[in-house]
């Protein structure tokens, strides 16, 4: 009974979320749902000491990233350097890969680091505008960006700072390049066959003279650029470049300057304790935030005069669509915790155990627990957390490397964690004003590839030996 609880619970988020209610009204009913019918004299105790305590947290850590995030993403609309960037690409791809250009852009920002609720921010114009221009269904956005953002640079390629390449390392003992080869190929699969269904779908849809969609009808559409004519696309790019580098620089430098932690007394009336922050875990969120206001600054230092003229306008409707999206996030993160303490969720862990072979165990049990959760970095967090030691024992028993333990566990997490009640589904989805009904399809065979990847992986290293 406590295992259909939490299966029922999952199942009512993903129908709403499909259905497009809000998840911010609904994700705390699912959880508080299945907590009532476990136990309900924990209803109240859970609702404010792991639900709300874990929304609040999210927000404190990420709203600022939500937020300048979006503010960058306005202003490069704004400036017009959107239009300059999709001009030049149509220019050098052509208009009918615009895909397969957004898919790069994702790609890049991703791998150097940017946080990928950023990435849909800052994309998302140059993508309305190239596919715009190339007549594309604008349903299409969504899983493009996906593609790109979601896929082989979050957890993949070999050395990317995502924090779900990240996370392996503390249990195996592992850098982030480990297994490069397994990841390599992994990412190329994952690539090749996105593309594949993206192309398949846009193909289908010139068939049925099916265009971008009827302007009256679409929702969040960035504003046409009136700013006379549009900056070269070299100056335009260099926000990006300037957010990218700025990410990787300030993450090296931070730690210097801070060392492990830093702390400071609050200048209040009494004796108060001090304020001690550890630098080791808010490291990649100040870089980011720093790399985001210099993008911001660059962009008004470079088209101040277009941006001036719609600056107040502009930054509302960025600050709405943070506020949406980080919200939208922060539930489903709660939802997670409530899910991850209830009894059912520990006979999915393990039930999950008894599969006998190693890497196909580890495989299923973290992307069913990032599934269940709806977070990539939180299923693999608890089914490393719990079962690290386990797969270490069975790896080396059958002289499995540690390195393709890291690999498999990160590339798991990003399979099957981006069902409907995914915050950074949701969040994609708000951003790009469509619903689960009109773009999920493509963001879930995304997710099938992604997921089928991770067992195209350990096939290769059965077959080869590769590491």
Known sequence: MSLLIVLAALCFLMLVAYRGYSVILFAPVAALGAVLLTDPALVAPMFTGLFMDKL?????????VFLLGAIFGKLVELSGFSRSIVAATIRVVGARRAMLSIVLVCALLTYGGVSLFVVVFAVYPFAAELFRQGDIPKRLIPGTIALGAFTFTMDALPGTPQIQNIIPTTFFGT????APWLGTLGAVFILLAGLAWLEWRRLAAVRRGEGYGDPAQLQNEPMAFHGGRPAHPLLALLPLVVVGVGNKLLTLWIPRVYGDSVSFVPAVVGNPAPVVQETSKLVA???VEGALLAGIACVLLLAW???????????KAAIGGALLAGMNTASEYGFGAVIAALPGFLVVAHALGSIPNPLVNEAVTVTALAGITGSASGGMS???????????????AAGIPMQVLHRVAAMASGGMDTLPHNGAVITLLAVTGLTHRQAYGDIFAITLVKTAAVFVVIGLYYAFGLV
Do not use: C, H, Q
């Open 56 to 64: 609040v947290g999210f927000l404190k850590l990420y709203f600022p």
């Open 175 to 178: 850098t982030t390049w480990a």
């Open 285 to 287: 969120i100040w870089a």
């Open 305 to 315: 005069r277009p941006v001036r003229a719609r600056f107040a306008e502009g930054s």
């Open 382 to 396: 608890i089914a490393l957390a719990a079962m690290a030691d386990t797969f270490i024992a069975n790896a080396e």
